[in-house]
């Protein structure tokens, strides 16, 4: 397995604890955010992983961004980073699309 796939697995069990309720109930808190801004983090990651060469992580980040987050605009980014393919002089994942 490569870097790319573990640093996706990883981060996507991250966000999964980070999602997972509190053990201590009680009325005082306010809800916990459902979805944490995950989709821009992974493509963002796959940019880093594309800026090193490791296009096979690159991969695997977009398309985890489209599978778990389809309607973002982050999935639109990524569905047409994977439709043109790695470019050397693509834009970096920190401006919005």
Do not use: H, K, N
């Not at 966000?15 to 916990?32: I, N, S, V, Y």
């Not at 800026?51 to 605009?73: I, N």
């Amino acid at each position: 397995m490569d870097i790319g796939r573990i640093a996706c697995l990883v981060l996507a069990g991250l966000l999964g604890a980070a999602a997972a309720p509190m053990q201590c109930p009680t009325t005082d808190r306010e809800p916990l955010v459902a979805e944490p801004e995950a989709p821009e983090e992974c493509y963002g990651l796959a940019e880093r992983l594309r800026e090193r060469g490791d296009l096979d992580g690159w991969r695997t980040a977009l398309e985890y961004v489209v599978e778990r987050f389809p309607d973002s605009r982050w999935a639109a980014r990524a569905r047409d980073d994977l439709r043109q393919g790695p470019r050397a002089g693509a834009a970096g994942g920190d401006a919005a699309p």
